[in-house]
């Protein structure tokens, strides 16, 4: 190693900046193409993003003090000139341009063909909200399209152990990025096809940078990811664009947490779910013995109702009121019969003559007439006269009348 002279990695980050920084053509250059992955940082007033074109792709930065300046911020896709210092960021060792000005120059080309695109995808209804497909609730097996090395694998099966997902997890891998990403998506998605294990397909991009989604914005991947026999998962995990995949697949999930939980029930969740419908159940059947019960009840009565038994019961009651009735009417009759017919024995109490002759009165009678008076009697007449207790046979002497 004699003769070298050895660096740390920041010396050399620091050594590269300055040559960058010294040479005068590029201190202040000029650069068009297509603004990508565009971040404001609302805190500290920065402006991040990338310019790129068919040829390749560089980072920008333009600081807060610059971006004041702008009249209006730059747009995803459009075509912009911008005038800056190539610089080197040493943090993390990449090249970069520090902006100084941004004018735009209408839309670029790729944001033009993409736009294109969706027009004529959406014109053909491969967008449409009919056309989306329900999720399996409990997949017996979920294909997984991802590239074998990216992050995003592993992700996905932690977030599927970790809901209890018992199903299986079926790999087919694939590049997710580059020229060939597309294709080779498409390949996996024929051979997960082909193989016709799994309920469901998650089309994941396992790493690279969110300048590069021209893979998912592959017309054949689209057409090829509508005509999947099953439900397709869009994972492609970009927050701020869009893909045609995204607008294509029956569902998206921005995060690997969010494909297991569109594709794999929670355990608990799924347990309180059967106790709710175990609850529902049960009350609902106690409704139904409940009501039935009412009609039956209420069938009883009806036929209860209309039974002779129930009729002759009620003839029954009826006829002992009437009897009762007709007692008491009778019982009535007899007291005032009764009553009456003892006033008239006591009447005729008073005109008995033996009831007179026992206050001490007494009653003469001569040849079988009562005399009132002493006229017509003779000396020697026999006369009868009535007590009480017997009679008196008495002969005329003499007699005297009242003088008038």
């Known amino acids: 190693m004699a003769g070298f002279r050895i660096l740390t990695v920041g010396q050399l980050c620091r050594y590269?900046?300055?040559?960058?920084?010294e040479r005068r053509e590029l201190g202040d250059v000029m650069i068009k193409g297509e603004v990508a992955s565009l971040t404001y940082k609302q805190s500290s007033g920065h402006l991040y993003f990338s310019l790129r074109d068919d040829e390749g792709?560089?980072?920008?930065?333009?600081?807060?003090?610059?971006?004041?300046?702008?009249?209006d911020l730059p747009e995803e896709g459009s075509l912009v000139l911008v005038r800056g210092a190539a610089s080197l960021y040493e943090r993390d060792?990449?090249?970069?341009?520090?902006a100084y000005d941004v004018q735009p120059l209408g839309e670029g080309r790729g944001k033009q063909d993409l736009d294109?695109?969706?027009?004529?995808?959406?014109?053909?209804?491969?967008?449409?909200?009919?056309?989306?497909?329900?999720l399996p609730r409990s997949p017996q097996a979920v294909g997984i399209i991802t590239s074998r090395e990216g992050a995003a694998l592993q992700d996905i099966i932690k977030a599927f152990r970790l809901r209890g997902y018992a199903g299986r997890l079926i790999l087919y891998p694939c590049t997710v990025q580059?020229?060939?990403?597309?294709?080779s998506i498409l390949r996996a998605l024929g051979q997960l096809e082909q193989e016709a294990l799994c309920q469901a397909a998650v089309i994941a991009r396992g790493g690279g940078s969110n300048e590069d989604l021209s893979t998912f914005n592959d017309e054949a991947l689209a057409y090829g990811a509508y005509n999947c026999p099953v439900p397709v998962v869009s994972a492609v995990g970009h927050e701020i664009d869009v893909s045609i995949l995204d607008l294509v697949a029956d569902a998206r999930a921005a995060t690997p947490t969010a494909v297991a939980e569109?594709?794999?029930?929670?355990?608990?969740?799924?347990r309180q779910r059967i106790l709710g419908l175990q609850n529902s159940l049960r009350a609902r059947a106690l409704e139904q013995v409940s009501r039935r019960r009412n009609r039956l009840l209420q069938k009883t009565q009806q036929l209860l109702a209309k039974s002779p038994r129930e009729r002759v019961e009620k003839n029954r009651q009826k006829l002992g009121f009437l009897v009762?009735?007709?007692?008491?009417?009778?019982?009535?009759?007899?007291?005032?019969?009764?009553?009456?017919?003892?006033?008239?024995?006591?009447?005729?109490?008073?005109?008995?003559p033996a009831a007179v002759m026992r206050k001490g009165y007494a009653i003469p009678m001569a040849e079988g007439r009562v005399l009132t008076t002493v006229e017509g009697l003779s000396p020697g007449q026999e006369l009868v006269t009535l007590l009480a207790d017997g009679e008196i046979i008495s002969v005329v002497q003499s007699w005297k009348g009242n003088e008038a």
């Open 16 to 21: 590269v900046k300055s040559l960058l920084e």
């Open 57 to 71: 792709l560089v980072r920008c930065v333009m600081f807060s003090r610059y971006v004041q300046k702008l009249p």
């Open 93 to 98: 060792g990449s090249f970069q341009i520090v």
């Open 116 to 134: 294109h695109l969706k027009r004529k995808l959406l014109a053909e209804g491969l967008f449409a909200s009919e056309h989306k497909r329900p």
């Open 178 to 183: 580059g020229k060939n990403g597309a294709s």
């Open 262 to 270: 569109l594709l794999s029930p929670n355990r608990e969740a799924l």
């Open 324 to 352: 009762r009735l007709l007692e008491d009417g009778e019982k009535q009759k007899i007291r005032e019969t009764r009553g009456r017919t003892l006033q008239l024995l006591r009447q005729l109490e008073l005109l008995n």
